[in-house]
């Protein structure tokens, strides 16, 4: 199929991967989050090393940030920052995880073990004023990340959509490299749009280096929901494309 | 029922020094065979940056060397993209005025407001103002078709009073046309007197209330133009083989390949949360519909693929349902050679179009024709 595939060396990577534990994850519905999502377009051609073989690039590239607090789990309340590369995997889109960034350590190890996070312990801070939404993470008192939904205007949930998360894990049982889909359902009970905007980012933290160049905000969404984190349907192999390489693990 | 061709020139990588010339070279040959068949008209969209999908940023230059090289088929826009950062409306008026002058008056204007961020990004248009701006456009082409002398103050665009020059051949203007994606734009295009011109495959049952919706609101409508154009156009992939199995075979593929690619495109809603976009555009439906299970021989209900008995059968069905017209798109990525597609459009004149009052007059003669 002629579209463009993406570059990244996944041995490589596979220093910064999580190991999952097995397929048989079951649901879990967390209430009440609040999401801040940022899309800002990114130059391609780097860009096409920071997502597997498995994953076209986006048309154009582009990153997705996301700051998400959850306010009650099983372990407790947790925020998370990440930062994605958007694709396609076939005709899905999906954006590939580069890190996770997670405040609660039992929180952060149960979505590393159990949907294959690439979890780091960090600080995540999420805020609302009036005039922005300023998401923030740090590790070891160190920051890297800050960006913010400017201008802050009300839409209805239902224009917002949430594109499923791609995660280079290590299966614990045979020890391969697989890339785990995870695709959470989102029940929204409030939306806003504004502009983007990205203040600090260390690419570093996030294993991009000078791969990932911001280049044109897009968009940025905050929402409240409930978000149903599912189970494990689909992995793929990262280093074939996705037509060919993806495996079925529940129904 | 009459029947068109559709163009999006869809070009594979890798994009060598002749590549683009072979594909459109190949368009244009399809388009003088069609036209020599009694095929109704060719449509061409306005696409931008949508690598591999779509290499057609300029349909007035396609759309003229059709006119050229054709003698009856009709040259229609679908769509030029109606927002101002794309192109400016004086030189709308202008172009088209042009292209319905050097085509005898053989021109239709279907008119949108594209559907993808990789393109409204491009250009950095606001997708919250896409659709009231195609509807200032919609509202001011036929006057700035027809009255000697035009001034605009609105919303997105003025101008003081100038002479737009020339004017279109055809009196009191061409036919205009709305390109329907996304749910309720049939009702748009009715309230103004357009027709429908639909992009999306959209089932049976879908479609029948689409046209019903559109025919009963355009009864009243406040027509843009100085006539009502009502008529409702769907389009549809086409690949007519004596063997059926080998017709569904290769349709399939056309269909899968143009359907992958269509996927790859950002649609303005995935990159950007707005009410302006309710739905992903076409790229949904298109999955949704030609990509359908289908009855025994893997054939999506409604698409055109398989011998002319079962294209024939499907057609028949899309008539039932109301509509006038069908477009067809006839290759993506050269994914069928040039020579079958080629056999593919005799096929259907000569064993297919006879059996549609309307076709067209000269379809029996014309399928022994090259």
Partial sequence: MPPRFGTLNTNAWSEWVSTIDGYKTEELTLKGANILELHIEIDDDPADALIPKTMHPAIPAYAIFNVVSYPDSPWGAFAVAELRVAGRTGVRPRGFVLASICNNEDAGKALASRWGYPIKQGEVKLELRHDRIVGRASLEGRPVLECELLDRDAISGGDIQYIASMHLARNKGDGKLVVVQVDPEFTFSKGERGKSRVALLDTDAFHCGSSLRLANPISASFAVADVSLPKIRYICNPDVPAMQGTTKVAA | ?370
């Fill in chain 2, 1 to 370: 029922m009459k029947f068109g061709i559709f163009y999006e020139i869809s070009v594979p990588r890798p994009w060598g020094r002749e590549t683009e010339k072979t594909v459109y070279d190949n368009c244009l040959e399809q388009v003088a065979l069609a036209d020599s068949l009694g095929f109704d008209s060719v449509w061409a969209v306005e696409h931008h940056f949508l690598e591999e999908y779509s290499h057609c940023p300029a349909p007035e230059l396609f759309l003229t060397a059709c006119a050229m090289r054709t003698k009856k088929m009709r040259v229609g826009h679908g769509i030029v993209v109606c927002v101002p950062e794309f192109n400016h409306p004086i030189k709308i008026a202008e172009r088209t005025a042009v292209l319905d002058i050097l085509s005898g008056g053989r021109l239709e204007v279907g008119t949108g407001r594209s559907a993808t961020w990789t393109e409204l990004g491009g250009f950095r248009a606001n997708p919250d103002e896409t659709k009231k701006t195609w509807d200032e456009f919609v509202h001011c082409l036929p006057k700035m078709w027809t009255q000697e002398r035009f001034s605009y103050q609105g919303r997105s665009w003025s101008m003081p009073t100038r002479t737009i020059v020339p004017k279109p051949y055809q009196k009191p203007h061409p036919p205009m046309w709305v390109a329907v994606t996304s749910p309720g734009t049939e009702i748009d295009a009715a309230e103004r007197g357009m027709g429908s011109l639909g992009l999306t495959f959209g089932g049976f049952a879908e479609q029948e209330e689409k046209v019903k919706r559109y025919r009963k609101i355009i009864r009243n409508c406040d027509p843009v133009g100085e006539f009502i154009n009502e008529s409702v156009s769907t389009v549809n992939f086409l690949y007519c083989h004596e063997d059926d199995a080998e017709g569904v075979k290769v349709g399939k593929r056309l269909t899968g390949v143009f359907n992958y690619l269509a996927a790859q495109l950002l649609a303005a809603r995935e990159a950007y949360p707005t009410k302006s976009y309710p739905s992903l555009g076409l790229l949904p439906s298109l999955r949704r519909d030609a990509a359908g299970p289908g009855d025994e021989s893997g054939a999506p209900e409604g698409i055109a693929m398989g011998n002319p008995a079962r294209i024939t059968r499907e057609l028949k069905k899309w008539e039932a349902v109301g509509v006038d017209r069908v477009n067809f798109l006839l290759n993506a990525l050269e994914t069928v050679p040039q020579e079958k597609v080629l056999e593919s459009l005799r096929l259907f004149a000569k064993e297919v179009m006879p059996h549609f009052q309307g076709s067209t007059d000269t379809a029996a003669v014309a399928a022994g024709g090259r």
